[in-house]
């Protein structure tokens, strides 16, 4: 089993910066792939950004583009550093982490989320 923890997110107005944390613990060395996920009132869970943990290798949604940055340290802890914040980037912010045990978008652990929101 893997725990996922995000912390970090409040509230801010249009322009400000947050930084999302997610502290990974467990049988983390069984994963492959982390990312960040985004639910809005209303709207589907959608992908932000996420890493392939091996290569190295980051993908982010064309609507972060250029503002927000995925990062991991050593212990397998990730963050997301955003930028620029605009209303629609208003959402709860989870973390997930694959195993190759499958789940949505083929993540098998999630965090609880945490709560941005972005003030026009």
């Known amino acids: 089993q893997v725990q996922l923890v995000e912390s970090g997110g409040g509230l801010v107005q249009a322009g400000a910066s947050l930084r999302l944390s997610c502290a990974a613990s467990?049988?983390?060395?069984?994963?492959?792939?982390m990312g960040w996920y985004r639910q809005a009132p209303g709207k589907e869970r959608e992908h932000v950004a996420s890493?392939?943990?091996?290569?190295?290798?980051i993908y982010y949604a064309d609507s972060v583009k250029g503002r927000f940055t995925l990062s991991r340290d050593n212990a397998k802890n990730m963050y997301l550093q955003m930028n620029s914040l605009k209303p629609e980037d208003t959402a709860i912010y989870y973390c997930?982490?694959?195993?190759?045990?499958?789940?949505?978008?083929?993540?098998?652990?999630w965090g609880q989320g945490t709560q941005v929101t972005v003030a026009s």
């Open positions: 997930a982490a694959a195993s190759g045990g499958g789940g949505a978008f083929g993540y098998d652990y």
């Open positions: 467990g049988r983390t060395f069984s994963l492959y792939a």
């Open positions: 890493t392939r943990l091996r290569e190295g290798t």
